[in-house]
Nanobody
Framework: VQLQASGGGLVQAGGSLRLSCAAS????????MGWYRQVPGKQRELVAS???????NYADSVKGRFTISRDNAKKTVYLQMNSLKPEDTAVYYC???????????????WGQGTLVTVSS
């Protein structure tokens, strides 16, 4: 299973970016998918997550500004980031959990990370 993340870049404070993460490979079912972020010297933290049924969870710091969505047919999860702040600057990683085939043990994979830089 591979996760290909894209959409990072440089944006001014108040701007928007949309991250995408497409899963490929031997996938029977995708369960939770999510976005995390990490800055140097700090632990990776959850930004937003989505279950296969569409339930979502957000970090308090991004509620009302970020929206996670997914297209199960395309095996893709998105993160729409609006009203970006300099403190949102980080490397953003996507995560996917699921099963290789019916009855298999579960998997948990990370994408390669995409850098988001918000200038003040």
């Amino acid at each position: 299973v591979q996760l290909q993340a894209s959409g990072g870049g440089l944006v001014q404070a108040g701007g928007s970016l949309r991250l995408s993460c497409a899963a490929s490979g031997s996938i029977f079912r995708l369960n939770d998918m999510g976005w995390y972020r990490q800055v140097p010297g700090k632990q990776r933290e959850l930004v937003a997550s989505s279950t296969s049924g569409g339930s979502t969870n957000y970090a308090d710091s991004v509620k009302g500004r970020f929206t996670i969505s997914r297209d199960n047919a395309k095996k893709t999860v998105y993160l729409q980031m609006n009203s970006l702040k300099p403190e949102d600057t980080a490397v953003y990683y996507c995560n996917a959990q699921g099963q290789y085939y019916s009855g298999s043990y579960p998997f948990d994979y990370w994408g390669q990370g995409t850098l988001v830089t918000v200038s003040s």
